[in-house]
């Protein structure tokens, strides 16, 4: 007796199956989410599509592009090399903990990360002179002293003075926490990261003039403004996706163009959304994790202060902004790969996104190490290191205190109680 053909609806769900097969020997071994099944389109393999897109492109450059210009020969062939390798990373890479927009868009924003890792590498290796006219080379508008800036000069509270010290900036601290906010999803570390960055301008006003600001600029334009405004706004954001209802439908189950215009623009915003309840008194891997991810956090935002100053980049210049934007788009999916370690004792290892971010912060650290040779001359005021010799040894003390002391202090049934509410906090996270 024959086999009757599949049906239509039967093949599409076959396909589908297959693609989610496929899928699951590529998805990051941390997080098990399935593929968006409301646009079935966008999940089916693209492979020969994105190589002939490639292809096309390099055609078009050898055809019409003018070879007698070796300048713009080298940028378009860095251009097609950067080109190659984030179309063969979407292709090859496993995907990371997010599937929206799409998960390619995750796998090329990760190569990104790479390729910006390489050019770290290669940037350690040369001289402070040769990374500035590396600069040059993708503007010859860069290369030159920069002149030296400070907000610090008349520290008088008058409405003049804080008018005066207005400018993009403000808009720019206030964009910066919002961003800070979508990737710490917790108010109270937000705050605390606030605070510590305007000690830390006090502390490195030594050796970037542009720390040299008036009391007023540092906690009220600031702390109280720019900061608060970012924040608040970065955390309403947060609490609209943790109590949305996320019930997806197909494109095609939608009757109306309104409908299907409206679920188009969806696919930009999360599929599901994850609270970030860090609890560092919780145990002492919690509160070391919590203390190095809010170091990582001063270091990113450390970092790009100084390369700009060492490699003579104006802070408006279109690669500051490049880098900012980049490394936004790095910590989203870190933070909560991040997250998933610290949080869930079941996780062994962290994820690909996170390594790498937290490697490319280390080797930006070290460049600034390299090049900051004989340039900060000036010892760090003795105030500035009191302060923080006495900030260590409190956080310290206090895990000395929470963590080995008050357990031994305790009454016996007393812990029992603390681990099993501990128990329980990790099956609710």
């Known amino acids: 007796m024959a086999t009757p053909e599949p049906t239509l609806h039967q093949r599409r ?23 968006d099944p409301t646009l079935e389109f966008f999940y089916h ?21 003018d070879p007698s210009n070796d300048m713009l020969n080298t940028k378009w062939g ?16 496993r995907d990371g903990p997010f599937i929206r927009p799409h998960p390619a868009f995750w796998r090329a924003v990760l190569a990104l990360n790479v390729l910006y890792e390489m050019s770290l590498v290669f940037l350690l290796f040369q ?22 800036r400070s907000y610090g000069e008349n520290c008088a509270l008058t409405w003049s003075n804080i008018r ?10 206030s964009v910066g926490w919002f961003g800070k906010a979508l990737i710490v999803r917790n108010h109270t570390m937000c705050w605390i990261l606030s605070i510590t960055f305007e000690l830390l301008e006090y502390s490195l006003a030594h050796q970037l003039p542009n720390f040299h600001e008036c009391w007023w600029d540092h906690w009220i334009l600031d702390v109280l403004l720019c900061n608060w405004l970012g924040i608040y706004v970065g955390m309403k ?20 163009i309104r409908g299907k215009i409206t679920r188009a623009g969806a696919q930009f915003t999360p599929h599901s959304w994850t609270s970030y309840h860090w609890a560092p008194t919780r145990r002492f891997k919690s ?27 104006p802070p408006e210049h279109p690669l500051v902004i490049a880098r900012l934007s980049l490394l936004f788009l ?5 933070a909560r790969e991040y997250y998933e370690y610290y949080s869930n004792p079941r996780c062994k290892r962290i994820g690909a996104h996170c390594w790498l971010l937290i490697a490319t912060l280390l080797t930006e650290l070290l460049i600034v190490v390299k090049f900051a040779r004989h340039e900060f001359t000036e010892p760090a005021p003795r105030p500035v290191v009191f302060f923080w010799s006495a900030v260590a040894a409190l956080l310290a003390a206090f895990s000395l205190w929470q963590f080995v002391l008050l357990p031994r202090l305790r009454p016996p049934h007393s812990q029992q109680q603390q681990q099993q509410q501990q128990q329980q906090r990790l099956k609710t996270d």
Request: charged share 10%.
């Open 78 to 93: 860095l251009t097609a090399l950067c080109s190659v390798f984030v179309v063969v990373s979407v292709v090859l890479f």
């Open 127 to 148: 001289s402070k002179q040769t990374g500035r006219q590396i600069m040059a080379f993708f503007d010859p508008a860069l290369g030159v002293v920069l002149p030296e």
């Open 13 to 35: 769900a076959l396909a589908a199956a297959a693609v989610a097969a496929e899928r699951s020997h590529r998805l990051s071994p941390m997080f098990h989410e399935s593929s």
């Open 330 to 334: 790095f910590a989203l999916p870190s």
């Open 164 to 173: 005066g010290g207005i400018d993009i900036f403000v808009l720019a601290h």
């Open 45 to 65: 393999p693209r492979t020969l599509s994105a190589l002939a897109a490639l292809v096309a492109g390099f055609l078009y450059v050898a055809l019409f592009v």
């Open 287 to 313: 509160f070391v994790g919590f203390i190095l991810f809010a170091v990582l956090l001063m270091l990113a935002e450390l970092n790009v202060f100084y390369l700009k100053s060492l490699l003579w980049i």
């Open 237 to 256: 954001w947060c609490e609209h996706f943790k109590v949305k209802t996320y019930t997806w439908h197909g494109i095609r189950e939608i009757p109306s």
